[in-house]
T-cell receptor, first 113, second 112 residues
Framework: SAVISQKPSRDICQRGTSLTIQCQVD?????MFWYRQQPGQSLTLIAT?????????ESGFVIDKFPISRPNLTFSTLTVSNMSPEDSSIYLC??????????FGSGTRLTVV | QQQVKQSPQSLIVQKGGISIINCAYE??????FPWYQQFPGKGPALLIA?????SEKKEGRFTISFNKSAKQFSLHIMDSQPGDSATYFC???????????FGTGTKLQVIP
């Protein structure tokens, strides 16, 4: 399956600031996704990162708050903007491969203080 | 309805026992049903998946049972081991490559 490197693995940020999370895949993939997982909770899809075009956001998530870039088929970034304590969560990058299904990165554990 | 309902929320099983986790879905357009295993500090990892054209799929100690008419599917872990202690998520999607809807998760603890 694809190997995903996600950075940073964790961070503690001040409210009102922004954090950019990077997702690097070791092979070209068509579909890349960003998920949020609050501690002890399930995973919620934030958006689908589309290569060369704007990301597709799920209900409740907006581009101004979670801008996403995907400059090529192996890399994407998610920015959490103007953070508040409610944004404290684990953010996960995921890719889809027709042979292996979905693969997830190890996640970025974000704490906003 | 995009929801996938999962039960139980937590489960304690003796080593060597059978762990059973159940899921139910509403959307009949779903045609791909994976199960994920997640250890603390790690992302979910695909464990096993099934499509609705089969009623059961087995891989090692892990078996998915699928009941299309009842819109339910379950994960059975045979001969459960302490190393199986993790959180398990069922999920569903259309086409396999569409966005995945996750269940609420089951925290499994296998005690010696």
């Amino acid at each position: 399956s694809a190997v995903i490197s996600q950075k940073p693995s964790r961070d503690i940020c001040q409210r009102g600031t922004s954090l950019t999370i990077q997702c690097q895949v070791d092979s070209q993939v068509t579909m890349m996704f960003w998920y949020r997982q609050q501690p002890g909770q399930s995973l919620t899809l934030i958006a689908t990162a589309n290569q060369g075009s704007e990301a597709t956001y799920e209900s409740g998530f907006v581009i101004d708050k979670f801008p996403i870039s995907r400059p090529n088929l192996t890399f994407s970034t998610l920015t959490v903007s103007n953070m508040s304590p409610e944004d404290s969560s684990i953010y996960l990058c995921s890719v889809w491969d027709r042979n292996y299904g979905y693969t997830f990165g190890s996640g970025t554990r974000l704490t906003v203080v | 309805q995009q929801q996938v309902k999962q039960s139980p929320q937590s489960l304690i099983v003796q080593k060597g026992g059978i762990s059973i986790i159940n899921c139910a879905y509403e959307n009949t357009a779903f045609d791909y049903f994976p199960w994920y295993q997640q250890f603390p500090g790690k992302g979910p990892a695909l464990l096993i998946a099934i499509r609705p054209d089969v009623s059961e799929k087995k891989e090692g100690r892990f078996t998915i049972s699928f009941n299309k008419s009842a819109k339910q599917f379950s994960l059975h872990i045979m001969d459960s081991q302490p190393g199986d202690s993790a959180t398990y998520f069922c999920a569903a999607s259309k086409g396999g490559y569409q966005k995945v809807t996750f269940g609420t998760g089951t925290k499994l603890q296998v005690i010696p």
